[in-house]
């Protein structure tokens, strides 16, 4: 029997490629995504269709409502900035930052992992153009993982270790493209705006379009979505 | 102005004596339930009641369902053990364990906190008769805080510190009754069992009850809440 391993799977660019990966290295993969009062609740349907697409054995989302607290763009009635140049992306922690969102999606994964008796945990974090998210960060996925194997049954017995994968965490997002082109991954399908059209169409200004777009040019390939603006 | 700080609160005789703990040292509550699909929902309709006559300055429940994931009596259709005896109930990882749940309550209290800029987080976590439960253990809340100031912008800032503070976690039940009627908290409001009857009843037979009334007679005192059994 293949291993399992929990996969945080947003449907976006990062988080496909991450689940093509953990396919790729024999894993049977249990994505899961979150209702957590995000604007962009087009991402969860598509990443419904997606999960099966890409392969995955079972795919759940779950309810956890950030809302309550407030203080991201991303989830309340705040503008998403447009139209920004990398500079200003990366100077400070932007208005779409949504507090401890990798924590909390994190310690689901871990829940998920604990029931399913996996010790695998993939999520597509990615320091080079993470926007300035402190929890995007190598060292917070290193604190995690510590905190993981202290909190689970699995870490009581000392038998197992749990392990958290973030194979994206060091790559550009030209090379995260090319390793999911490589591995089959159909980007048309995958959503990245953070500001998108009532019927799913990414807007090609808000930082994850304009990221995503820079990825492409720079792989010399087209990105095969459908954006407002290109 | 007073610092502020999040209590993790169940309406429980644990989280309601640390919150009394955390006004006794100054700080602006700022308390935090869980929706978790439990089965013993009076308590969510309980803890409102009981924040508020407390002190707390705000409560929030937030819905964070744990019932997808399955695998414990105290969110699924599993028998809640009763009439245990003490060495049972250490012996084992009970039944009634719910996976990560901990790491997943901390990691809303730190989105809390984060949005009120509160740098304190309180947790009524203790690992005497804490019945086995991995996420309980004083490093667990260690790895916990070490995360947090890597998860957050305080942390990434460097200016701030966030702080976990545990303070029952190395008292007896009876000692933590002791506390609490020394702040006055008026332990009949408080609720503990793990298996209710519809009125809210408590059972006085699940290891939670049993743990509670044995606390009340090892301080010499009557616990002023209803049982069924007693």
Redesign the interface.
């Known amino acids: 029997m293949p291993p399992k391993a929990v996969v945080l799977f947003s449907g976006g660019l990062d988080s496909s490629t991450v689940l093509a990966i953990a396919l790729s290295e024999g894993f049977e993969v249990y994505a899961l995504s979150f209702d957590y009062g995000q604007r962009h609740k087009i991402e969860l349907e598509l990443a419904r269709q997606s999960a099966s697409a890409l392969g995955a054995k079972q795919h759940?989302v779950?309810?956890?409502?950030?809302r309550?607290?407030?203080?991201s763009a991303l989830t309340d009635s705040i503008d998403v900035p447009k139209g920004r140049e990398e500079k200003e992306m990366s100077s400070n922690?932007p208005i779409t930052?949504?507090?401890?969102?990798?924590?909390?999606f994190?310690?689901?994964a871990?829940?998920?992992a604990?029931?399913l008796s996996a010790n695998d945990i993939f999520v597509g974090v990615n320091a080079v153009d993470y926007s300035g998210y402190?929890?995007c960060?190598p060292?917070?996925i290193s604190?995690?993982e510590?905190?993981?194997n202290?909190?689970?049954?699995a870490?009581?017995s000392g038998n197992e270790r749990v392990r958290i994968h973030a194979p994206l965490i060091h790559w550009s997002k030209s090379q995260i493209i090319k390793k999911g082109i490589e591995l089959g991954v159909d980007y048309k399908m995958t959503h990245s705006c953070y500001a998108p059209t009532s019927t799913g169409l990414a807007c090609g200004l808000c930082d994850s379009c304009s990221l995503r777009l820079k990825g492409f040019k720079d792989a010399g390939l087209e990105d095969p979505a459908d954006y407002v603006h290109k």
């Open positions: 759940k779950v309810c956890a409502d950030l309550q607290f407030g203080g922690i930052y949504v507090p401890a969102r990798n924590t909390i994190l310690s689901f871990l829940a998920y604990e029931v402190p929890d960060r060292e917070f604190a995690f510590n905190l993981a202290l909190a689970t049954k870490g009581v």
